[in-house]
């Protein structure tokens, strides 16, 4: 499997069990592709993510420079709003929502570290961002970008449609301890973050039974 994929702000869980399972099954001749010459669309993953917070599910959104009314752009070519506080804010947020999980200081410094790094650039940052999560998940698959735009794909898995936050999965999400779930219940397919903080290691054998429904 050759799955092409969207870069995102930490990325869903069922994105990352795309990846799990094509490294798991392929071995050391895993091969994640990304897309980066697609137009940036509105209300993806790009530049949100959804954690577990005390109120149940919270979104926490990029803000991001906008192309002109009637103007497209480039995913690649998209800026961060430089003028808005919004790292500090998501460091709180995340924060709040998981410092009492289990693997909290497992993780949370390359996260803050990351938040904290001064990226213009929503694709770099993304790019950033999907790197920690590999290596916090000890997954080392081949990365490549794409060079022209396609819509229809002859030799790879079109996952792209996994960056729409409002995408209907066909896929098994078993549930996991979350840190609030006595008030609110069990909450699938949330940022990767989530999942990290609460299975750590665990996080890759949970991921490969996603995949294997999708």
């Known amino acids: 499997m050759k799955p092409l994929l969207h870069l995102c702000y930490f990325g869903s869980i069922a994105q990352y069990a795309v990846i799990a399972k094509t490294c798991m099954d392929g071995d050391d001749n895993a091969e ?13 993953y790009r530049n949100r993510q959804y954690i577990y917070g005390a109120n149940g599910k919270l979104l926490l959104n990029i803000p991001i420079l906008h192309p002109k009314k009637g103007e497209k752009k480039v995913y690649k070519h998209v800026e961060i709003d430089p ?9 709180k947020s ?66 792209r449609y996994l960056v729409n936050a409002k995408a209907t999965l066909h896929a098994n999400f078993p549930k996991y301890t979350q840190v609030f779930d006595d008030k609110h219940g069990f909450i699938p397919n949330l940022s990767i973050l989530d999942l990290l903080f609460n299975e750590g290691p665990a996080s890759l054998r949970y991921l490969y039974q996603v995949g294997n429904s999708l």
């Open 83 to 91: 003028n808005e506080n919004w790292r500090s804010l998501h460091l």
């Open 94 to 159: 995340i924060e709040s929502a998981y410092q009492s999980s289990p693997f909290f200081e497992f993780y949370y410094d390359n996260i803050q570290s990351t938040l904290s790094a001064s990226i213009k650039s929503l694709y770099e940052f993304n790019v950033t961002c999907t790197k920690v999560v590999l290596d916090s998940l000890e997954l080392f698959p081949a990365i490549n970008f794409t060079n022209s735009y396609k819509i229809y794909l002859d030799d790879q898995d079109d996952f």
């Open 32 to 44: 994640i592709f990304f897309e980066r010459e697609d137009n940036y669309q509105k209300q993806t």
